[in-house]
């Protein structure tokens, strides 16, 4: 088939973007979104021309490097798949295809579909763990976890941290991913001792890092390669009200016993 | 150079040299570990499970990866799960018999006391990755569950759905983030590493490349981790991400490091096969799929009708009929060579004859559309997207792919490699999976030598080493910058038309055609010539284009396709040298009658072990005579 | 106090304050437009004044004996003000902060689950903010209201008002973008304060689609009612207050 993509194009982080067009023919049915891409940069490098950058890895959409919004659709059109798996199949001959990096101001782009999704990194780091050291560890079965509850916090763990959730958002809101890692713990025995601290710094850090606020427009779940639902935030709220009140009477209490 | 070879086995019985070792390593004092740094370059499984450990130790850690996010490497996408010999299942499992499994689905090529090591550990690392909140599949019980993996007759394996690698990692990753937000590790992300700096024979540090922006930096420390994974991308096509690369180690072994088994290649069973010319990478189908999938072939040659219209005694269920004790979960060189023999013989299915059924019609019948959901759901889902095709009601069409390489690094016992101060962990390493590596060992042994091997073989080292004594303007230092500084402008400068891709491409046929599934000695000559050849054209006629001050992917892949190329050439000398088949190598001059490998353990029972000669003009093997004291040297069978 | 800053300063803090005001909010409206609808219940026979009159009083004078003439409606007055300076201060603190996290959108926006109602809470609100203050200087305080506005004569106030067209179709129009705002309000607010579960989304999402209809059914039911001539001219009364 024959297609005209309209690429955005941005030489750094600095450099003012905008779209080029590129028409591109003989994409087979069978190739995957970014192959057409790679396509597009073989003639490219022929012709001597700058390559398009974008970022990919596992190209089996589990690693989350995509990072590209097609027809404004963070990963394209095909729900509960990432740009890499997206496959040429979903598009026909003669179709206008807008390829851009996925957009929100904590994601600045870094040149051309690559943008710098370090403040999920951040995030994270803020208190998405357990605290327990290498070789600490009691024996793995020693506590049996309820199996609905293990799903739960599986499904939550999905997460591949692309950032589709926030390239959806109308707010650029990163609360589908923050609330996806944050349950996945307080789901878990594993995670309560460091529940309440754990949901307060990582949404903390969320704000600071400029993510717009929740809305529930719901189109995070939507974009989600992974079908992470927007319970998970709703439950991330929950633990961050309950969180800031036991705060406060631990506060209070430690007032009162000096 | 030639090498001396010190493997540093304990002494005494298998089971107890690594509790001896322990006992009897040196330490570091906790007050002096922050005056140790530490370079760990990779943040897959292995990489960043021993730089959150080192963290956690104390020392000062830095850590490496090209990818945008420590949690991005390919570690990521391991599917099926993690073999630990804890016999929940009181199904027979034990320590010795995770051990005698891996040795022998490693067709005898691989250190006993290594592996006897990663089967004690093994239980250790499930209980660590529970306590970090790995959601592993659970009973109903609430206790973890278990699934059969290929080579094994127990239940030892620990999965989270088909994505236990991404757990798996995550939790290292968790335990990473934690250092990073305590200071103990600082991380570099999108950074990669293009060469080594040694310094009177030791390795001080790494020289690299900020993708971002182009910036070059070196960095000194002392002691340097590479735990960059494996070079299948050597082959192109493979099941790899498309940046993992042999970059790293190769490096490595141009500074004198000693390259192991460098021919040992994985070629995974069930991949779904390749659809056509401008395909980037080959999915994987985890091979748990073959718990409940039945392998099949049509038994007329070229038999064009749809599955289903085949009738049951038209089929030929070729490894239950080959290997009716392991069957459908026959380890993995076994499957794949099988597959290619039907293929070969004109049996395969599909567009193109390369490629079989899986055929999961009998499991829905006996179990229910619903279980296979909820067992391999998102497996189904993934192939209906690429294939266009749904298994639930149409057989799956699978081939097998390049997959992982049980070659990499010489290490010995401590996980160093020849050059004091450089450690190799995970699958850079050659260490324990000898021929042929046995599904669900692989996140296994990256989190063994991570969490528990490195953390103590390090202090070591480092307990006989004054710290920081290189400095950053030390002519060890200039002198690599100024070689990367070199490469990276003759790449810049190459004035051809071609993308380095092409030649990527065309290196990966020829790997694939000769070095690939079966190798000859005919075919492994003439590959030898041609990799020569296309060397050439590839540094006549490439081009790369932009600078080298910015975001530069074409600039990134040249580095890895010239560094590929010198490997191939030293994998097929390897193979080449080999007179025999084992595992994963498979040379047709060496089999049986009815067409199985052919080890010759009086002449090959040894790891090659490959330098690079001080003229620079050639390889030279040193061997390291390997012994079997604990598992019989026996013709392996699955029969 | 310290604490209630940082929590407040948090995104989810603003919305949780949004989803609590919101809900004394929803309360008073669905409340009004309950009394509203005793405008259908004619004239009380034994006294002969309209009942939505009697309505009138009996809220200014309740708690009379406590806090003086209508001070428990002021006191409501002053708690429903603070919330709806709450709730409109943090709504739009939250949509500039919004507005500045997505600076640059996409050449083509298609959306999935966002809507109409979603998609217009701010506007949805800022209007309501000037319908709000129209209707409290029309029928509270008389000020604009263009003729005969007689304090306490509810029956009579409301039918004038409504005899000029524009004016009712106004009233119908603002109360079909005020359902739109309470449809998307009323289930955000167990989304927002994580009462829900998944579970109850469904019921949730359904019960704030009869709330949002029943509220435009209700409030609209009196401006078209008196339009089209289904509620009598006001019988003229002699000043009771």
């Known amino acids: 088939m024959n297609l005209t993509l309209f690429v955005w194009r941005q030489k750094n982080a600095d450099a003012q973007g905008g779209f080029e067009r590129y028409e591109i023919s003989d994409v087979s049915e069978d190739s995957s979104f970014l192959e057409t891409l790679d396509m597009l940069n073989l003639r490219l490098v022929e012709s001597g021309q700058p390559t398009v950058a974008f970022e990919h890895d596992c190209r089996e959409g589990i690693c989350g490097s995509c990072s590209m919004s097609i027809n404004g659709r963070p990963h394209g059109p095909k729900k509960l798949t990432t740009a890499c798996q997206l496959h040429m199949r979903n598009y026909k001959d003669g179709d206008v295809i807008y390829v851009e990096p996925f957009r929100a101001r904590a994601f600045p782009v870094v040149k051309d579909l690559v943008v710098d999704r370090s403040a999920f990194d951040r995030i994270q780091q803020a208190g998405g763990y357990v605290s327990v050291n290498t070789g600490a560890a009691p024996e793995a079965n020693a506590n049996a976890i309820e199996k609905d509850k293990a799903d739960e916090a599986f499904d939550a763990a999905a997460c591949i941290g692309c950032g589709a959730c926030v390239a959806a958002c109308p707010n650029g809101s990163a609360m589908l991913f923050t609330a996806a890692k944050v349950t996945h713990l307080s789901l878990l025995p594993q995670g309560q001792p460091e529940r309440s601290a754990r949901v307060l710094d990582m949404v903390h850090t969320m704000d600071a890092e400029m993510f717009g606020g929740c809305t529930n427009h719901g189109e995070c779940q939507e974009a989600c390669p992974k079908g992470i639902s927007i319970k998970y935030i709703s439950q991330l709220n929950r633990d961050f009200l309950s969180s800031t009140v036991k705060k406060a009477l631990s506060l209070r209490g430690k007032m009162q016993s000096q | 150079m030639h090498l001396e070879l010190n493997s540093k086995i304990p002494d005494g019985p298998v089971e107890q040299k690594w509790s001896k070792h322990k ?47 420590p949690r991005r490497a390919h570690s990521i996408a391991a599917q099926g799960g993690i073999n630990a010999a804890k016999n929940y299942q009181n199904d027979g499992d034990s320590v010795f018999r995770l051990f005698y499994d891996t040795v022998k689905g490693g067709d005898f090529r691989a250190r006993e006391a290594n592996v006897y090591r990663l089967a004690e550990l093994s239980v250790s690392i499930i209980d660590q990755c529970v306590a970090q909140g790995v959601p592993f599949a659970r009973e109903y019980s609430g206790l973890l569950s278990n699934r059969s993996f290929g080579g094994a007759q127990v239940s030892r394996t620990f999965y989270a759905k088909g994505q236990t690698g991404q757990q798996l990692l995550l939790g290292a990753y968790a335990a990473l983030n934690r250092q990073i937000h305590s200071g103990a590790v600082q991380m570099n992300p999108h950074t990669e590493m293009l060469d080594l700096i040694v310094s009177e024979g030791r390795c001080k540090g790494i020289v690299t490349r900020n993708l971002r922006t182009g910036k070059m930096e070196s960095h000194v420390a002392d002691a340097v981790v590479l735990a960059t994974g494996g070079y299948s991308n050597v082959f192109y096509l493979s099941t790899n991400a498309m940046g993992c690369n042999v970059t790293s180690i190769w490096r490595a072994y141009r500074h004198g490091a000693g390259m192991a088994n460098p021919c040992f290649t994985q070629i995974h069973p069930t991949s779904i096969p390749v659809h056509g010319e401008h395909q980037s990478k080959l999915t994987l189908m985890s091979e748990s799929l073959r718990n409940d999938g039945r392998v099949w072939v049509p ?39 099988a597959a290619k023999e039907r293929c070969d013989a004109g049996f395969g299915v599909g567009p193109m004859g390369l490629g079989v059924y899986l055929d999961f019609a009998d499991a829905i019948k006996r179990l229910g559309r619903d279980a296979i959901e909820a067992r391999y759901g998102n497996l189904f889902d993934m192939y209906d997207n690429i294939s266009g095709e749904n298994p639930y009601e149409v057989p799956m069409r699978i081939y097998p792919a390049p997959h992982y390489t049980m070659g990499g690094l010489w290490v010995d016992y401590n996980l160093m490699t020849t050059i004091p101060g450089l450690f190799a962990a995970g699958e850079a390493n050659f260490s324990d999976h000898g021929a042929n590596r046995l599904g669900a060992s692989a996140l296994m042994q990256g989190l063994a030598d991570g969490y528990f091997v490195l953390p103590y073989t390090i202090g070591d080292y480092l307990s006989g080493v004054k710290p920081g004594s290189l400095s950053l303007d030390a002519p060890e230092v200039r002198a690599a910058e100024d070689r990367v500084h070199g490469r990276l402008t003759t790449f810049l400068s190459m004035k051809g038309r071609k993308p380095v891709d092409h030649y990527h491409k065309l290196l990966g046929r020829i790997m694939w055609d000769k070095c690939g599934m079966s190798r000859s000695a005919e075919g492994l000559k003439g590959a030898i010539q041609r990799i020569g050849e296309l060397r050439e054209e590839f540094w006549s006629n490439s081009f790369v284009g932009g600078s080298g001050e910015e975001l530069n992917q074409e600039l990134e892949k040249a580095g890895r396709v010239a560094d590929f190329f010198e490997f191939a050439e030293l994998m097929c000398i390897d193979a080449l040298d080999r007179n025999e088949s084992c595992g994963g190598h498979f040379r047709e001059e060496y089999q049986t009658e009815d067409g199985e490998a052919l080890r010759n353990d009086k002449d090959y029972c040894y790891s090659a072990v490959w330098s690079q000669r001080q003229d620079g003009a050639g390889h030279e093997l040193t061997k390291e005579p390997l012994e079997f004291n604990n598992v019989h040297l026996a013709t392996r069978s699955y029969k | 106090m310290g604490l209630v800053r940082e929590f407040y300063r948090s995104t989810v803090g603003k919305k949780m304050a949004m989803a609590l005001s919101g809900i004394v909010l929803v309360l008073f409206v669905l409340g009004h437009m309950a009394g509203n609808l005793k405008i259908f219940a004619g004239v009380d026979l034994a006294t002969g004044d309209y009942k939505i009159d009697d309505y009138g009083r009996f809220l200014r004078a309740m708690g009379a004996e406590m806090l003086g003439h209508s001070g428990v409606l002021w006191i409501v007055r002053v708690v429903l003000l603070a919330c709806v300076v709450i709730h409109a201060l943090t709504g739009i603190q939250l949509a500039s902060l919004n507005r500045r996290a997505k600076p640059v959108g996409y050449e083509v926006r298609s959306y999935r689950s966002a809507n109409a109602a979603s998609l217009t809470m701010l506007y949805g609100g800022l209007f309501l903010m000037v319908f709000i203050t129209y209707h409290i200087l029309h029928f509270t305080t008389g000020t604009v209201h263009f003729r005969g506005f007689v304090e306490g004569e509810v029956y009579s106030n409301v039918y004038s008002a409504f005899q000029n067209y524009g004016i009712a179709g106004f009233y119908v129009v603002a109360m079909a973008l005020l359902a739109l705002h309470l449809y998307h309000g009323t289930w955000s607010m167990f989304q927002t304060l994580g009462v829900d579960t998944p579970r109850w989304n469904k019921g949730i999402r359904t019960a704030a689609k009869i709330v949002a209809v029943a509220m435009f059914l209700g409030f609209s039911s009196v401006p078209v009612g008196i339009s089209i001539g289904a509620l009598p001219a006001p019988i003229a009364q002699a000043g009771t207050n």
Request: charged letters at 25%.
């Open chain 2, 23 to 69: 006992a009897s390593i040196k330490l570091v004092n906790p007050s002096n570990k922050r005056k140790y740094s530490i370079i760990v370059v990779g943040t897959g499984l292995a990489g960043a499970s021993a730089a959150a450990s080192f963290g956690e130790l104390g020392y000062r850690v830095k850590a490496f990866c090209f990818q945008d996010s």
């Open chain 2, 299 to 337: 038994k007329k040659q070229g038999d064009v009708r749809a599955p289903h219209q085949i009738p049951e005694d038209e089929r030929d269920y070729y490894l239950e009929r080959r290997y009716p004790s392991f069957g459908n979960l026959s380890p993995r060189d076994i499957a794949s060579r």
